[in-house]
């Protein structure tokens, strides 16, 4: 059966953290671990309520704040500052872009709520059809179902879909489906793989 979509993931993929002394800079300043940082703004019990839209954003930054003993109005950019090593991969969007002249371009991102917002301000939405993201549909890779609500609302059957992530795990949730993959690990890589797969 031809692919007829791709889907994507953004952290890691088409947002990556490009330079860690920001982010190691920022856990020396507030007398933490990098480590401890990154689990308390992901993979820790708040972080992951905040990826299944549990809790907003904000509540998270609360949260955050209180369990560095921080003051409410301390760091307002906090959420920036974390962030401040990521950047958007420009190109790689554009070759998302010319993508999507050919076939339907999809997102399946675990993310704080309103990911679409962040892609709008990034600039980058137009790229993608149809985008599913955690926080806002209560579900996270690699659940099987939010890979069903991607493939649902891009009209595919799962032997139609290429899946492009960072993380092996999810990867083989998208295999369990019926999903090809590409385990993305740097855009030349990444880029090749799928365009074998494509050529098949």
């Not at 990556?16 to 933490?32: H, I, K, M, S, Y």
């Not at 369990?67 to 307002?76: I, T, V």
């Not at 993959?181 to 030349?188: A, E, I």
Request: avoid cysteine; charged fraction near 30%.
């Amino acid at each position: 059966m031809p692919i007829k979509a791709i889907i994507w993931d953004i952290g890691g993929v088409i947002a990556r953290t490009e330079d860690q002394n920001p982010r190691n800079e920022f856990a020396v300043e507030l007398g933490v671990t990098r480590d401890r940082l990154e689990y308390l703004f992901f993979s820790g019990p708040e972080g992951t309520r905040a990826q299944k839209g549990e809790i907003s954003r904000d509540e998270l930054m609360t949260y955050i704040r209180g369990e560095l003993n921080l003051s409410p109005d301390a760091y307002p950019d906090l959420e920036d500052r974390f962030f401040a090593g990521d950047q958007v991969d420009y190109e790689l969007v554009d070759f998302i872009r010319d993508l999507k002249t050919r076939y339907k371009i999809g997102i399946i991102s675990n993310a704080w709520p309103e990911v679409a917002e962040v892609l709008d301000r990034w600039g980058i939405r137009d790229a993608f059809e149809h985008i599913v993201g955690s926080g806002d549909v209560g579900i996270m890779k690699p659940d099987p179902a939010i890979y069903h609500l991607s493939l649902d609302g891009l009209g595919i059957h799962p032997e139609e879909a290429v899946f492009v992530d960072d993380f092996l795990h999810n990867i083989e949730g998208a295999h369990q489906v019926g999903m090809k993959g590409v385990h993305f690990k740097n855009p030349d890589q990444a880029i090749a793989d799928l365009n074998a797969i494509l050529k098949e």
